[in-house]
C-alpha cells in the first residue's frame, strides 16, 4: 500500500503500488475495495505434508535439498524457516517491513554468497509456485526427459496415428512392421511431396511403431486386440445375480477333441452351453459343428427338467446324497426321486450373441412362450457374456485335456498326429459328457462365496441349496406343446395338397377346413405357423385354432429308417429333379430309402456320404414326449392335387446351402485329397498350416 488519501467526497482512497516496483499506482475507493470478493488478509502458506512415497524414488541427498528449500521458502514468506517460528526474524526477512519482491531479492543474493550457482529473484520466484503446487515434491529436482514420439519428427508420427487404425481393424488380418513402413512412406509422399520426407531407418520405425501403438492398445495378436476392442470401458463391475435362473448366458464353441464320427470319419463336436450367474450351474449340448435352432430347444429343456440318474454313476452322484434339501423338493416335485445331483431352473433372462440360431424367430418366439427375457449382446463382444466364455476355458482344463484327440485350444498347441490317436466314439463322448456336467456342480468355484462364509468356494449345488430358501422352487414340467414351442417355426401356407416346404410335403386329416384359408395373422400375410424337427424331419406341427396338429411326411412309409436333415440336404444337392414337383419329390423318397439301406448295410460310401452318415448318426433327435406318429394314418400323395409351392426361406436353418463339391469326378476318381486319402482306409483329418513368425503389432 502506497498510501490513504481521506478528505474526498465520494469518501476513504486507497493508493496501492505494484509489486514489481515499476512505478505504477492502483487508485481504489475503500468501499468498493472492502466490497471485492477477492479481497481479505493475506493467508499464511499451508502446511504440505511430505510426500514421502514420491520422496523415496530420488537419492538421499536430492532429499536433504528439497527438505533445505522449503526452509528457505517459508523464510521468504513468513519470516520464519520452520512452521510456528517465534521471536525476532531477520530484518530482510521481515514482512512488516519489507515487501515480497525485496524478501525473494534477499533470499538470492544470501544463497549466491554461500556458493550458490545460478540463483536469482527469478529462481526464487519459481520455488515458491513449485511448493505451492507440490509442496517438497515440487522443490525435487528432475531431470529432464523425452520420449521416442518427441525426439521423432511429427509429420511420421502424424503418419502412423492415421494408418494404424485402419490396419488394425476388426476385418484385418496380421501383417508384418515392414509392410506398414511401406506404408508410412507412401502416405508422406502423398501429403507432403515424392520424396520430400524420409521414413526412419527400420530399427527405429519399428521401435516408433510399438512407441505409437502402445497408447492406441494396437498392440499384441489379432485375438488380443480384438478383445481389447470389444472390452467395455473400465471401471469392471461384476454381473450380479441373487436367483438361480435370474441371469443365463448361452454360447456355441467347437469342442476342442476329436472324436469318432461313424466309419472312422473324425472330427469336432460342437458344444452348445448355458451357465447360471447366481450358481455357476452349467448345462451343454454336443452335436456335430454347426449348431442348429433344435440345440437351444434342447439346452432350455434340460434347464428346466431334472438329469436321471444313468446305469454306473456312482451313487454320491445322486441329488439324494448331496447338500441338496432332496426330501423337501421331492415332496414338491416327484421328478427328482431319482435325479442326479444337479440344479434345476427356470431361466428370467438369457444372454445371447448374435449368432444366428440364438437371435432367430424361433428362438425369440419360445423364450417368449415361456415368459423368457431375451438379451443379445453388441456384436463381437465376448466379455458381455464373459461367464460363458470363461466356461469353455474350464471344460478344456477338467474335461478336454484328459481325453484322447484332445487337439488344443489352438493350432500352435496341437500334437502332430492327434488324428492317429485312438479316439472316443460320440456315444462315449456322450456318456463322459453327460457324467462330467453332474461332477461339475460338486466342483467348488472361485467366484461362488456365501456372505457368511466368504473365504469359502462353494459349489454350484451348495449355492443352489443356499438360495433355494430365499428364492423358492416350482416345479416347471414340459407338456407336449412345450417342446413344440420350443422347436423352429417357420410360417407356410395350407393348400390342396398339403404344407410344403424344403422338398417334402406334409399332408393330414386336421387340415381339412383350412385349406386355402387365410391364418388371421396380418403380420405375416395369413400363413400358418409351423414347427419342425431338423432331427426328425418325418413329422411337423402347424398351430390351428383348436392348437398344435401333428401332421406326417407323405412319404413316411416309402422310407424305412430314421434321418435327418443333414441326409435330406445330401439328397437334394446329389438327385437331379427331371419331373414335376411331386415326382421329383417321389424320387427324393425313394432315394433316401436306397441311402439309408446302403448305410445300415455298411456299403461302399463315398467320403461325402460317409461323412453325412456320420453328422446324422451323431446328431441324434430331440424327443418329444407325446404324440407319435402312427404310420397308419398318413395319407398316400396325392400327386393329382394342385397346390402352391412355397419357396424355401433361404434364412432357415434347413434349407440347403450351395452344392460343395460332388462325390467322385467325372472320371470316377475322388473329388478332393480327403476322399483321396480315403481310398487307402483310415481316417484323415485336414491341419491348419502355421502362419509365418514376424514381429508385426498388431
Known amino acids: 500500500m502506497a498510501g490513504i488519501e481521506g478528505a474526498m467526497a465520494s469518501g476513504v482512497r486507497i493508493w496501492l503500488a505494484d509489486k514489481e516496483e515499476d512505478g505504477s499506482l492502483a487508485v481504489f475507493v475503500l468501499s468498493e475495495l472492502l466490497a471485492d470478493p477477492g479481497f481479505g488478509p493475506a493467508a499464511s502458506p499451508r502446511l504440505r505434508v511430505p510426500q514421502v512415497g514420491l520422496l523415496a524414488t530420488v537419492p538421499e541427498e536430492q532429499q536433504l535439498r528439497a527438505f533445505d528449500l522449503e526452509r528457505h521458502v517459508r523464510e521468504v514468506e513468513t519470516g520464519y524457516s520452520a512452521p510456528g517460528g517465534k521471536g525476532p526474524v531477520k530484518p530482510q526477512y521481515d514482512p512488516t517491513s519489507t515487501t515480497l519482491a525485496q524478501r525473494e531479492q534477499a533470499k538470492a543474493d544470501e544463497l549466491t554468497a554461500q556458493g550458490w550457482q545460478q540463483v536469482s529473484r527469478a529462481t526464487v520466484r519459481r520455488w515458491r509456485a513449485r511448493y505451492h503446487a507440490d509442496g517438497v515434491w515440487g522443490l525435487?529436482?528432475?531431470?529432464?526427459?523425452?520420449?521416442?514420439?518427441?525426439?521423432?519428427d511429427p509429420r511420421v508420427v502424424e503418419a502412423l496415428r492415421a494408418l494404424l487404425p485402419e490396419a488394425?481393424?476388426?476385418?484385418?488380418?496380421?501383417g508384418w512392421k515392414k509392410r506398414m513402413r511401406r506404408e508410412t512412406q507412401w502416405w508422406l509422399d502423398a501429403q507432403h511431396g515424392e520424396r520430400t520426407l524420409e521414413v526412419p531407418a527400420k530399427s527405429t520405425f519399428n521401435k516408433l511403431l510399438d512407441a505409437?501403438?502402445?497408447?492406441?492398445?494396437?498392440?499384441?495378436?489379432?485375438?488380443?486386440?480384438?478383445?481389447r476392442a470389444s472390452r467395455p470401458a473400465p471401471p469392471f463391475r461384476p454381473t450380479l445375480a441373487l436367483r438361480p435362473g435370474e441371469i443365463v448366458m448361452l454360447d456355441s464353441t467347437p469342442l476342442d477333441v476329436l472324436v469318432i464320427l461313424d466309419n472312422g470319419v473324425a472330427g469336432r463336436l460342437e458344444a452348445t452351453t448355458g451357465i447360471d450367474v447366481a450358481t455357476r450351474s452349467l448345462w451343454g449340448v454336443l452335436r456335430p459343428t454347426g449348431s442348429k435352432l433344435t440345440d437351444v430347444a434342447v439346452l432350455l429343456a434340460q434347464m428346466m427338467t431334472p438329469m436321471v440318474m444313468r446305469p454306473g454313476w456312482d451313487a454320491a452322484?445322486?441329488?439324494?446324497?448331496?447338500?441338496?434339501?432332496?426330501?423337501?423338493?421331492t415332496a414338491a416335485d416327484e421328478r427328482l426321486k431319482d435325479a442326479a445331483a444337479r440344479p434345476v431352473i427356470v431361466p428370467e433372462t438369457i444372454v445371447v450373441d448374435q449368432g444366428k440360431v440364438f437371435v432367430s424367430p424361433a428362438t425369440r418366439a419360445a423364450c417368449e412362450s415361456l415368459g423368457i427375457s431375451l438379451q443379445p449382446v453388441p456384436p463381437a463382444n465376448g466379455p458381455a457374456k464373459g461367464h460363458v466364455e470363461r466356461s469353455y476355458g474350464s471344460i478344456n482344463t477338467d474335461f478336454c485335456q484328459w481325453l484322447q484327440g484332445?487337439?488344443?485350444?489352438n493350432v500352435s498347441e496341437r500334437g502332430s498326429r492327434v488324428e492317429q490317436e485312438r479316439l472316443w466314439t460320440v456315444a462315449e463322448i456322450q456318456a463322459l459328457w453327460e457324467e462330467f456336467l453332474v461332477h461339475w456342480h460338486h466342483r467348488p468355484h472361485e467366484g461362488l462365496r456365501h456372505p457368511l462364509m466368504p473365504k469359502k468356494a462353494l459349489t454350484p449345488n451348495q449355492m443352489w441349496a443356499a438360495l433355494l430358501p430365499v428364492a423358492g422352487y416350482v416345479p416347471v414340467p414340459l407338456?407336449?406343446?412345450?417342446?413344440?414351442?420350443?422347436?423352429?417355426?417357420?410360417?407356410q401356407p395350407i393348400t390342396d395338397a398339403g404344407i410344403r416346404f424344403d422338398y417334402r410335403t406334409y399332408d393330414g386329416a386336421c387340415l381339412n377346413g383350412h385349406r386355402g384359408q387365410d391364418s388371421g395373422v396380418r403380420s405375416r400375410n395369413g400363413l400358418w405357423e409351423v414347427h419342425y424337427n431338423p432331427y426328425d424331419p418325418v413329422r411337423i406341427w402347424v398351430r390351428l385354432p383348436e392348437g398344435f396338429c401333428e401332421v406326417a411326411w407323405i412319404h413316411t412309409t416309402s422310407v424305412g429308417l430314421p434321418f435327418t436333415h443333414h441326409v435330406w440336404e445330401h439328397l437334394c444337392k446329389v438327385v437331379e429333379r427331371t419331373g414335376s414337383r411331386e415326382e421329383h419329390e417321389a424320387e427324393l423318397a425313394l432315394a433316401l430309402d436306397r441311402f439309408l439301406k446302403r448305410a445300415a448295410r455298411k456299403e461302399k460310401?463315398?467320403?461325402?456320404?460317409?461323412?453325412?452318415?456320420?453328422?446324422?448318426?451323431?446328431?441324434?433327435?430331440?424327443?418329444?414326449?407325446?404324440?407319435?406318429?402312427?404310420?397308419?394314418?398318413?395319407?398316400?400323395?396325392?400327386?393329382?392335387?394342385?397346390?402352391?409351392?412355397?419357396?424355401?426361406?433361404?434364412d432357415d436353418d434347413t434349407v440347403p446351402d450351395a452344392y460343395d463339391g460332388g462325390d467322385e469326378g467325372e472320371d470316377g476318381s475322388p473329388d478332393n485329397e480327403l476322399e483321396a486319402d480315403w481310398s487307402g482306409g483310415g481316417?484323415?483329418?485336414?491341419?491348419?498350416?502355421?502362419?509365418?513368425?514376424?514381429p508385426w503389432l498388431p
Not at 525435487?140 to 521423432?152: C, E, L, N, Q, Y
Not at 484332445?406 to 485350444?409: A, Q, V
Request: aromatic letters at 4%.
Open 406 to 409: 484332445f487337439t488344443g485350444s
Open 605 to 650: 460310401l463315398s467320403a461325402a456320404e460317409r461323412r453325412v452318415v456320420a453328422k446324422s448318426r451323431a446328431s441324434g433327435a430331440v424327443p418329444v414326449p407325446a404324440g407319435e406318429l402312427n404310420v397308419l394314418d398318413v395319407p398316400a400323395p396325392s400327386f393329382g392335387l394342385a397346390g402352391v409351392y412355397a419357396v424355401p426361406d433361404l
Open 683 to 694: 481316417c484323415h483329418v485336414l491341419g491348419d498350416t502355421e502362419a509365418e513368425e514376424d
Open 212 to 227: 505409437v501403438e502402445e497408447p492406441l492398445g494396437l498392440q499384441g495378436t489379432v485375438t488380443q486386440r480384438r478383445t
Open 479 to 491: 407338456s407336449t406343446e412345450d417342446f413344440v414351442e420350443l422347436l423352429p417355426v417357420r410360417w
Open 140 to 152: 525435487v529436482k528432475k531431470r529432464g526427459s523425452s520420449t521416442r514420439i518427441d525426439r521423432a
Open 317 to 329: 452322484l445322486s441329488m439324494a446324497t448331496s447338500v441338496v434339501p432332496h426330501d423337501r423338493l
Open 168 to 174: 488394425a481393424l476388426r476385418s484385418r488380418s496380421r
